[in-house]
């Protein structure tokens, strides 16, 4: 467990909403933490710190991961930044303290905020869009954007898939039989499902990497795909052919908006439980931390892609056998964000993340390599990265290899536990401060910028040079 800090720790709406989330009120939980209602209520309060004992206490009553009680709000702070960085709110001042408070002690409240400024740029940017194209405009936010922020309020978590796919992966019985994922994933669907599994020339099969006919009852897949993508796609197979009431279910759980964004969240989650047959989560995480979260050891031992492994990493949450809270971006050449996971804090806000100083973004001079970086975002949180190309699933050989980069990363504390700090001074390390995207970013001067920010006017005049291209006041 980590050891508690010796400043004064103020958590009341964190604690707060623990005790909603547990159905409990302040005389039930304050009888199982063994103090009186009226000192629950001044914590709640905010008038009185968190105990070190009464934090230990939280933690063996309840399992609460301390890490995530103890965190402050800086992710949805970041969030709440960016939206009033909005020329709309040009003239607010706003001070970090308040959004950390609304974050921490609002949470709900904070969220209404955030998915309302949503709605509204989503809808301005429709409303601009049809008046050059002569269009219709639509309300609410995409199917994509649902289903990423869907699944970022689950922590990128899901434990019933987990469940499902650890009992799938040992009804296969690898261990047992010495055979590859791909041979018992095949076996398996012929035997219970009368479903063969073909792989197909590309030509044939034009677009589609994995296509499923239920007529004569065959899987398809391209003979693009490598073996670690075949297996996945059996997987995927798997997880629809055996437990497709236990996905629609969840997925209606959700109460989408609309269909397109329920049949996207299905996807979603049968990628999801895809995952957890292929790399069940106790085997996985138990190999991460004896390993060092060796990524290329885990890419043997489960027969995955690096992706495929990194996507894991940030989804290791199970109470009593937490992983590293890792961040996840997917980005290609262009700087475009196609993934975005978390299964801790976040630094970035949606439209965050494109800081050309940060190593993601030029990990494909070096195709292949995997490259490090500890990085300071604006807050003063530190984290360590790993960043690394991969070919895009299905890449026929003919156009750009290398075309997506993966950036993995954690927060400094918990860099001791992988294999790549190790050899690092990591209490005086190297440090690269970088922003959100230049347009939400305030540090200056900066070489690299490609936008001033949209809150703070040009400085410009003809007596002198920066060395940034948009010099800004105030900065």
């Given amino acids: 467990m980590d050891a508690v800090p010796d400043r004064k720790l103020f958590l009341g709406g964190r604690l707060k909403r623990l005790r909603r989330e547990l159905a409990l009120t302040q005389t039930a939980m304050a009888a199982d933490l063994g103090v009186s209602p009226s000192y629950l209520n001044h914590i709640e309060r905010n008038q009185r710190p968190v105990s070190a004992q009464l934090l230990l206490r939280l933690a063996q009553t309840y399992d609460v991961d301390l890490r995530q009680l103890g965190q402050s709000g800086a992710a949805g702070e970041a969030e709440l930044s960016e939206v009033l960085a909005d020329p709309l709110f040009q003239g607010l001042d706003v001070p970090r303290h308040e959004l950390l408070q609304l974050a921490d002690d609002a949470p709900g409240a904070a969220e209404a905020l955030l998915r309302l400024y949503r709605a509204f740029a989503e809808q301005r940017d429709r409303s601009r869009a049809a008046l050059i194209d002569g269009g219709e405009t639509a309300s609410g936010p995409s199917p994509a954007d649902w289903v990423r922020d869907h699944i970022q309020s689950r922590a990128n978590h899901f434990p019933e898939l987990d469940a499902l796919g650890e009992a799938l992966h040992a009804a296969l019985d690898p261990n047992q039989t010495g055979d590859g994922f791909e041979a018992l994933g095949r076996a398996r669907l012929q035997a219970r499902h009368n479903l063969s599994v073909r792989v197909m020339p590309a030509e044939v099969m034009v677009e589609w990497t994995r296509r499923f006919d239920p007529h004569r009852r065959r899987l398809l897949l391209s003979e693009t795909l490598d073996p670690s993508s075949r297996a996945f796609a059996i997987a995927y197979q798997l997880a629809l052919s055996e437990h497709e009431a236990e996905l629609t279910a969840l997925a209606d759980s959700a109460r989408p908006p609309d269909e397109t964004t329920r049949a996207l969240l299905k996807v979603s989650l049968t990628n999801t439980l895809a995952a957890a047959?292929?790399?069940?989560?106790?085997?996985?995480?138990?190999?991460?931390?004896?390993?060092?979260?060796?990524?290329?050891?885990?890419?043997?031992?489960?027969?995955?892609?690096?992706?495929?492994?990194?996507?894991?990493?940030?989804?290791?949450?199970?109470?009593?056998?937490?992983?590293?809270?890792?961040?996840?971006?997917?980005?290609?050449?262009?700087?475009?964000?196609?993934?975005?996971?978390?299964?801790?804090?976040?630094?970035?806000?949606?439209?965050?993340?494109?800081?050309?100083?940060?190593?993601?973004?030029?990990?494909?001079?070096?195709?292949?390599?995997?490259?490090?970086?500890?990085?300071?975002?604006?807050?003063?949180?530190?984290?360590?990265?790993?960043?690394?190309?991969?070919?895009?699933?299905?890449?026929?050989?003919?156009?750009?290899?290398?075309?997506?980069?993966?950036?993995?990363?954690?927060?400094?504390?918990?860099?001791?536990?992988?294999?790549?700090?190790?050899?690092?001074?990591?209490?005086?390390?190297?440090?690269?401060?970088?922003?959100?995207?230049?347009?939400?970013?305030?540090?200056?001067?900066?070489?690299?910028?490609?936008?001033?920010?949209?809150?703070?006017?040009?400085?410009?005049?003809?007596?002198?040079?920066?060395?940034?291209?948009?010099?800004?006041?105030?900065?």
């Fill in 277 to 475: 047959i292929l790399m069940p989560y106790a085997a996985f995480q138990r190999t991460a931390e004896t390993t060092g979260y060796d990524i290329a050891r885990l890419q043997t031992r489960f027969g995955a892609s690096f992706e495929q492994v990194a996507h894991r990493l940030t989804t290791l949450s199970r109470s009593t056998a937490r992983g590293v809270p890792f961040f996840l971006m997917r980005v290609d050449q262009a700087g475009n964000v196609s993934k975005r996971y978390a299964s801790g804090a976040f630094p970035f806000a949606r439209f965050g993340g494109a800081c050309p100083r940060w190593r993601l973004h030029s990990a494909f001079r070096t195709p292949g390599k995997l490259v490090t970086q500890i990085i300071e975002t604006p807050d003063g949180q530190r984290w360590f990265t790993l960043a690394r190309t991969v070919d895009r699933q299905g890449h026929d050989g003919y156009g750009e290899p290398h075309d997506l980069a993966i950036g993995l990363g954690c927060e400094l504390k918990d860099a001791p536990r992988l294999i790549y700090a190790r050899g690092l001074d990591l209490t005086a390390p190297e440090v690269t401060p970088i922003g959100p995207a230049c347009r939400l970013c305030h540090r200056h001067p900066c070489a690299e910028r490609a936008a001033p920010p949209v809150d703070r006017p040009l400085r410009v005049d003809d007596w002198s040079k920066s060395v940034s291209p948009y010099p800004f006041a105030g900065g």
